[in-house]
């Protein structure tokens, strides 16, 4: 009796699920306005309703470490832009470059750096108006570095926990310390880094690999906040100081937080409306939907089986990461993968891989993530087109390589 009530329990479950994560997939439900945020908390609603888990089950699901984590990040990086800090970055990099390659090597070790401790998301939303100052000041085509820009984001995220929504949900559920996650992954977004670099160079060879020079133009004096500048860096070195000293992310990030909204500079309403709020409903959502269907769907056999069979060689797990991460976007991928990665007998090790591959399979397409969508978008609203052949003339082989980088590293 008990299994035949539990039947349209487990319907409903895969239903919810594959429903969910297809519009996770097209981007949009045909007809209807929701999209992927709307369709993640539709998603994990209707598991509640439908009896698959219930309500206390439900708000469990939700990893408040991983939310805890990338609020407290959030709100750090709004500080950082609002007290003018990358602007000030901006200006000292434009004054000191004379030749495009010069300034592609800055706008990529820019971008990637900051990325690799704050979120590539949020410095991309910040980085991308500043790369078109500088490019279109400087009478320069906008693509080849707008393509730096999103593709050093991706690849240098996946340095550290703090790089990336992913990251820092693969932290929290595995357990990996914040100082063997950056051991382990650094040295694949340093090879990235260049590698991005001498692609683009190569296949904007007309604009990079000459000995043309440019004059700077005049810039007007950087709007900036010392106070608030001295102030934000110092709580994001004690803040990375904690993370590599083993202070539990989450809880470090929050106090960070917490510490920077006590402000007179600045009006509090600026900061939170620097936050992606979307984002983190989004990750409520899903991981809702995902532990219903784990709960209805897949048995620990099952899921012993399938890992066994499929995900214990890196290349493979790689693979299946990659492709997925392009299909239905990373953070879904990673959290669809996690009760087969658990199931491993090297769990922190299969993690390390999967970050490595869904971070870097960002670059495939301009698809891809959604770093390469807010640099697309931030361009379009300056009149500048990223086209998605271009796009992928870099990115496509730019994938292929550092992934292979990244499974002989692991």
């Given at each position: 009796m008990t299994d035949l009530l539990a039947q349209p329990q487990i319907a409903a479950a895969v239903f919810i699920f594959a429903a969910t994560y297809l519009v996770l997939a097209i981007g949009r439900l045909p007809g209807f306005r929701i999209d992927r945020t709307g369709a993640a908390f539709l998603g994990a609603a209707l598991m509640v309703a439908a009896g698959v888990l219930t309500f206390p089950q439900a708000l469990y699901a939700v990893d408040f470490d991983t939310i805890a984590l990338l609020l407290g990040m959030m709100i750090l990086v709004a500080n950082l832009r609002l007290s003018g800090f990358f602007r000030l970055i901006t200006a000292h990099v434009i004054r000191r470059v004379?030749?495009?390659?010069?300034?592609?090597?800055?706008?990529?070790?820019v971008s990637g750096l900051f990325s690799a401790f704050l979120v590539n998301d949020t410095v991309c939303l910040v980085l991308t108006p500043l790369v078109l100052d500088v490019v279109l000041k400087l009478e320069r085509p906008p693509v080849p570095y707008l393509l730096g820009t999103a593709m050093a984001s991706n690849i240098g995220s996946v340095a550290t926990i703090t790089g990336n929504p992913q990251n820092i949900i693969i932290g929290s559920i595995s357990g990996i310390s914040y100082s063997h996650f950056?051991?382990?992954?650094?040295?694949?977004?340093?090879?990235?880094?260049?590698?991005?670099?001498?692609?683009?160079?190569?296949?904007?060879?007309?604009?990079?690999?000459?000995?043309?020079?440019?004059?700077?133009?005049?810039?007007?004096?950087?709007?900036?906040?010392?106070?608030?500048?001295?102030?934000?860096?110092?709580?994001?070195?004690?803040?990375?100081?904690?993370?590599?000293?083993?202070?539990?992310?989450?809880?470090?990030?929050?106090?960070?937080?917490?510490?920077?909204?006590?402000?007179?500079?600045?009006?509090?309403?600026?900061?939170?409306?620097?936050?992606?709020?979307?984002?983190?409903?989004?990750?409520?959502?899903?991981?809702?939907?995902?532990?219903?269907?784990?709960?209805?769907?897949?048995?620990?056999?099952?899921?012993?089986?399938?890992?066994?069979?499929?995900?214990?060689?890196?290349?493979?797990?790689?693979?299946?990461?990659?492709?997925?991460?392009?299909?239905?976007?990373?953070?879904?991928?990673?959290?669809?993968?996690?009760?087969?990665?658990?199931?491993?007998?090297?769990?922190?090790?299969?993690?390390?891989?999967?970050?490595?591959?869904?971070?870097?399979?960002?670059?495939?397409?301009?698809?891809?993530?959604?770093?390469?969508?807010?640099?697309?978008q931030k361009a379009r609203m300056r009149g500048v087109n990223l086209p998605f052949w271009d796009y992928f003339a870099v990115g496509a082989p730019l994938t292929v390589l550092t992934i292979l980088i990244g499974i002989w590293l692991l």
């Open positions: 004379n030749r495009p390659l010069t300034l592609l090597i800055a706008i990529v070790l950056a051991g382990a992954l650094a040295p694949v977004a340093a090879i990235g880094l260049v590698l991005a670099v001498a692609l683009i160079a190569l296949l904007w060879r007309s604009e990079f690999l000459t000995r043309a020079r440019f004059a700077v133009p005049p810039l007007p004096p950087a709007r900036a906040h010392a106070g608030m500048i001295a102030k934000t860096l110092l709580v994001t070195a004690v803040l990375i100081a904690a993370f590599f000293l083993g202070v539990e992310p989450g809880k470090a990030a929050v106090v960070a937080g917490g510490v920077l909204l006590l402000t007179r500079r600045v009006k509090i309403e600026k900061v939170y409306a620097e936050i992606d709020w979307t984002l983190l409903l989004m990750f409520v959502g899903l991981f809702i939907v995902v532990a219903g269907f784990e709960k209805s769907e897949l048995g620990p056999d099952l899921i012993r089986q399938v890992a066994a069979q499929h995900l214990d060689h890196p290349a493979i797990l790689s693979l299946i990461t990659a492709a997925l991460s392009n299909v239905v976007s990373n953070v879904p991928a990673v959290l669809v993968l996690r009760p087969f990665v658990s199931g491993l007998a090297d769990p922190a090790h299969a993690w390390l891989v999967v970050a490595m591959a869904a971070t870097l399979a960002g670059n495939f397409t301009l698809l891809g993530s959604v770093a390469n969508l807010i640099v697309a």
